[in-house]
């Protein structure tokens, strides 16, 4: 009787271990995805100059097929005006250059959150991905 | 007692395990960051061309400009990775075009950079080191 009631205190807290594991791979798989997505949406506003709204809307569908994000939870605040190819660089860095961050939600970061007192409201965060490229678009 | 023992040894045991896997996806994911800035680096820095040169029919890089570019990204990418003190990301940059022989060989102007990291122990664990991460990546201009 003794050994079940250890058993019984012990296995939860085991078990949190194995939920923490897969959802640490399911995390990272989500930002690994991400990048690729963000990455793929970069190359292409290279070429247009900027981040499009045809960009934007296939970001937002690849992001939401592929990470079952709500489209209506995925951030995404890049430059939407032309920028066309320079041949030197602005130190004002708007020139030329096209700016972006895409900001996800991840609904989980500790697995059995409630039972080792984290509320759900501090169990999730924000992933962003941001950064610069410069646009190889020449002016038409 | 017995019982206590192996349950310490089962903790300790899924502790490392979960600290090893933590740690080893945050080295992955900085792998891929750290070549999507190179691959940026290099793309970036060959945009920028001697244009007299150019019109003489041969391709140069304008390294300055590319350099200053680079250095714009080490900047951004600093602040993303927030590195701490003692911690830093450098950037190497090589040039091949026809002022250095590009024409000569046949070979297409290409830029490419070397983005070295190091940083104070990437993992927790005491018997796992990893202190310098080092990516690359060329970009080449073909037919332009």
């Known amino acids: 009787m003794k050994q079940l009631i250890v058993l019984a205190a012990v296995l939860p807290l085991m078990l949190i271990f194995m939920a923490q594991f897969t959802l640490e791979q399911k995390n990272s798989a989500v930002i690994n995805a991400l990048q690729q997505q963000v990455y793929t949406a970069k190359e292409e506003a290279k070429q247009q100059g900027c981040f499009t709204p045809s960009i934007i809307e296939q970001l937002r569908k690849d992001i939401n097929m592929k990470l079952g994000v709500p489209e209506q939870d995925i951030i995404i605040i890049a430059t939407e005006t032309p920028q066309y190819r320079i041949n030197y660089f602005d130190p004002s860095k708007e020139r030329g250059m096209i700016h972006y961050s895409v900001s996800v939600p991840i609904e989980k970061i500790v697995a059995g959150g409630k039972l080792i007192g984290i509320p759900a409201e501090r169990n999730k965060g924000v992933y962003t991905i941001e950064g610069t490229t410069a646009s190889e678009k020449l002016p038409d | ?144």
């Open chain 2, 1 to 144: 007692m017995k019982v206590f023992i192996i349950f310490i040894a089962l903790l300790i045991a899924n502790i490392t395990f979960i600290s090893y896997q933590g740690d080893l996806n945050r080295y992955v994911r900085l792998q891929t960051y750290l070549k999507a800035v190179a691959e940026e680096a290099a793309a970036g820095a060959a945009l920028y061309y001697d244009e007299v040169s150019y019109s003489r029919g041969s391709m140069i890089i304008n390294k300055e400009e590319g350099e200053k570019y680079i250095k714009h990204l080490l900047i951004r990418a600093g602040q993303t990775l927030d590195l701490r003190e003692g911690e830093n990301l450098t950037a190497e940059m090589e040039v091949l075009d026809d002022s250095n022989g590009a024409a000569d060989t046949g070979a297409s102007p290409a830029v490419t950079v070397t983005l070295s990291l190091t940083v104070t122990d990437l993992f927790r664990l005491p018997f796992l080191t990893k202190e310098q991460v080092v990516r690359s990546a060329k970009y080449e201009l073909a037919d332009y």
